[in-house]
């Protein structure tokens, strides 16, 4: 498939909806020596950690390339830009503003501004300061508090400029991928740790949004979560109630306390010794309005019982049609997911911030064809049409991400971006993906004109 299609009529094409792409500051930016060190610079070093032994050293090269970047942003007709702040790049090690650091943020910001580009900024997308890390990182209750003081001083500074703030990208995969099985930054393994990381990292958020809310009254204010809808392998009873469990140690665990103030009930399953601490009054803070709910979705995973006495599910290897990077392609979970989630919970507005797809392209004759990719989104958007259209409530979309970039684990060697990117040269090329946004895009600007 070559072009993106939706028709006229489309609740993605009216006026309100908006469309972004997004990025995430240690994967893309480079020039580490402007920063203080972060979590994952010493994770790239361990050996074996990063599929392709590579770092974040120099990635895009945003911070010298930016402007460029910030055309290609106009050339895709997008209205939004979603982007993370580096706290080691903007805090110094006493928790002051680093000006510096700040100033590169705010050229940028003011340049999408200019631009009209709504700007959608994460405070926190997994580079947490190393020196931090040094004092338990996420399993140190005062990480929190220190995110407070850095979410405080940078939405002080940064104000209305910025069109909606996240507090947190993905908690569970700082807290279950980087503390519980240990295959992101920082490595480190077991289930008490990833659940205490995971339950600091909700009571930072609760911290953070009080505070965000008095400096940027106008500012919409939330956090963005990444879900991956949970499939029973079967329907024998034994296999549907793993599925239970896991939907809600996996994604739930993230999204009930923030909603409705507690964990989900497979807490009560685990062994006291694995139950975070929670202090007496954490549960309300974390529970704060949220202006919106940003929601990430890639694929599915299925599920059945566990097979021994320690595991709550036995997790399935990815089937059917699958990216690059060896995720099912499975668009109808998007849609599930947003009906299942407006039926139990009371949903603020919600943005997907991320949707995208890896695939195996190839530069030829300076034209990337990944007509697979835009395949790939042309059913993702049908999916959250279908979704709008049964009445969730769905305010804008980001595609992930607007250009080729560091993947955590997977190093250099997953693409997922609109725009190839050459990291020798670090030339830029627009896929045919997005030239097929662009195309939309400025079908849908027509339209509203
Ligand atoms: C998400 C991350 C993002 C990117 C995509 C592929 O989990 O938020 O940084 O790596 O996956």
Redesign the pocket.
Known sequence: MKNLQLSPSSPLMQRDFIFGVAT?SF?IEGDIDGRLPCIWDTFCQRPGAIEDASNGEVACEHVARWEQDVELLQQLNVSAYRLSISWPRVMTQEGEINESGLHFYQQLIAQLNRLNIQVFVTLY?WDLPQYLEEQGGWLNRDTAYAFANYAAKVTERLGDKVAAYATF??PF?SAYLGYEIGVHAPGKTGRASGRQAAHHILLAHGLAMPIIRKNCPNVQAGIVL?FTPCYPKSDNPEDVQATTLADEYINLWYLQPLLEGTYPDVFERLPESDKPVIYEGDMAIIQQPLDYLGV?F?TRLHYSAATDSNSLYTEHEHQGPKTAIGWEIYPDALRELFIRLAQRFDLPPIYIT?NGAAMADQLEGGQVMDTDRVAYFQSHLEALEAAMLAGVEVKGYFA?SLMDNF??AEGYTQR?GLVYVDFQSQQRTLKQSALAWQALLQQKRELNQ
């Open positions: 995430s994967q997308h990208n993905e995969c990444n990430n890639y991320e992930w993947e955590w997922f």
